[in-house]
């Protein structure tokens, strides 16, 4: 398997670094008092289409051959992922077909469409998604880009790490969500790289723990119909980024819905900051461990702030 | 009436400048977009307390003679400026007093009390307030601090305008909120003395237009019973505010409850930050007058971010 290294992270940072954000590290004496910790939250939240996935799939079209450019870029995604690389498609000029489920939230379709993607609609099924888009390639010669399953996609999340690192360089701890792994095997790879001693920790929904029962057992273990605000940590861990996480991360925490919650809603009430649930799964992991963390410094990856705001839990 | 000048905001920089956050200045490609002009946020969303209040607050405290701070400060105040005089007087260690409407709401009588705050409640009329305020300076010889009728707290609130020029010097255009007039009064001493063509418009609810009447009759006019969703704005004009008002803004304009609301809700969802009504004003302005302001280069001041989850416009 060709798995990227942290050079390729470095390279990623390049070809990247005048289309993303550089986003903000920011800090909040009030939460460091509740945690007992000094803690520095880099929020891709304020990135570009509004979370991390900006990055990696501005490297995925920022690397492709001029002859792949003019094809164009494909996905199947109802997320976060569809918007990134409808964006970045558009920053090179270049088409970029959608594959997304017909029940996405309109939202969802209004920001991917907003961004000048071409959508196909599909059943709400992966066996129906996978079909549509392989017919979509089949037809118009797009090179398909994988949320997470990707090399060029991979080395480019590892930049938000990298750029937290290089601002604040002596951090103990980084804590990275995790569900596909594209972000939490990018973190890896830059923290593993720039630091001898921090250590990369993921949190995970207890209700979609599928990346942390592949983590003991060694193996993938696929997730099983999970059910979790998270809706970004839902999927599976895809190969790629499995092989760095067993060799590169230290450990994964597995949090409760309320914890989400609570966290989600402390960054929004202290910080001033939109954050998707995703995202507070960091902050929910240091909620819900206060004493395995004190003193510590700790920087935590708030990976999107994509929230529907008429469908929120307080 | 001894009014502050630009050099009192200059002072009052060097004196706070290591209490007070020096917030970011942000942009949206998007809302650009939408309105047709390059447009620069100042986030005392950010600020410590959650709002600008916070320096004008921390300028008064740090202001005091040795003998004064022992004796600790006093205001009324149902909102941001209780809290953020709390904060401040816990920083250099002396009592805060605070009187507060006994209908404030859970949240703000929170705020005041974790941040050290004395409470003592009265009845909800301005009078009460004012009564209850001189009783408690009578027990205790506190130094009252006006939220905003205060030589003080003017010059501080001018340093927020005074960052955002310095880190943006080509503005053509700073739009504030306009409640008390703390505020505007400190952003157009810096900004007049900063800029030879740099226009400072304030910007005010409809419902809540007392500034306006008060700006194109020469003298002040009270609210009479104002009714409208930005709750920090209720106020009426002080007099030294309004003697600088007079001399230095170019332009007082009014905005409908559903603007404030579009424009709140437009940084919610594409700039993933938490503002309240009272800053929304500014971006209202632009989304009713955008012919007016095509191309043009334009600071706003997100003056604050203390909003009642559970009670969302949308």
Request: aromatic letters at 6%; one cysteine or more.
């Amino acid at each position: 398997m060709n798995l990227p290294s942290y050079s390729d992270v470095v390279k990623a940072h390049q070809l990247i670094g005048e289309f993303i954000h550089k986003t903000p590290v920011m800090t909040s004496s009030a939460i460091n008092k509740i945690i007992g910790a000094e803690l520095y939250f880099k929020c891709e939240n304020l990135q570009k289409t509004g979370a991390f996935k900006f990055r990696g799939a501005c490297n995925a079209v920022f690397s492709l051959t001029e002859e792949e450019a003019k094809r164009g870029v494909g996905t199947h995604s109802s997320g976060n992922h569809a918007a990134a690389l409808a964006y970045a498609a558009s920053l090179r000029g270049i088409k970029a077909h959608l594959v997304m489920p017909s029940n996405s939230s309109e939202i969802k379709k209004r920001a991917a469409a907003g961004y000048g993607g071409l959508i196909t609609y599909c059943q709400p099924t992966l066996e129906a998604r996978e079909k549509t888009l392989a017919e979509v390639v089949a037809q118009t010669g797009v090179t398909p880009v994988h949320p997470y399953n990707n090399f060029n996609v991979i080395a480019g999340q590892g930049t938000a790490a990298k750029e937290l690192l290089e601002s604040i360089p002596e951090l103990d701890i980084i804590i990275c969500p995790v569900g596909g792994g594209g972000l939490l095997a990018g973190t890896a790879l830059s923290i593993k790289a720039l630091s001898k001693h921090c250590q990369v920790i993921a949190a995970e929904p207890k209700n979609a723990n599928d990346a942390y029962r592949s983590f003991m057992a060694g193996y993938i273990i696929p997730s099983d119909n999970p059910k979790t605000i998270a809706d970004g940590l839902l999927t599976s861990l895809g190969e790629p980024n499995f092989e760095i996480i067993k060799e590169k991360v230290d450990q994964i925490i597995t949090v409760s819905e309320e914890a989400i919650v609570e966290a989600m809603r402390m960054v929004w009430e202290r910080m001033k900051l939109i954050i998707e649930p995703s995202a507070a799964v960091t902050l929910a992991v240091l909620l819900e461990n206060k004493s395995d963390f004190q003193g510590r410094r700790i920087g935590l990856i708030l990976s999107g702030g994509n929230v529907d705001l008429t469908k929120l839990p307080f």
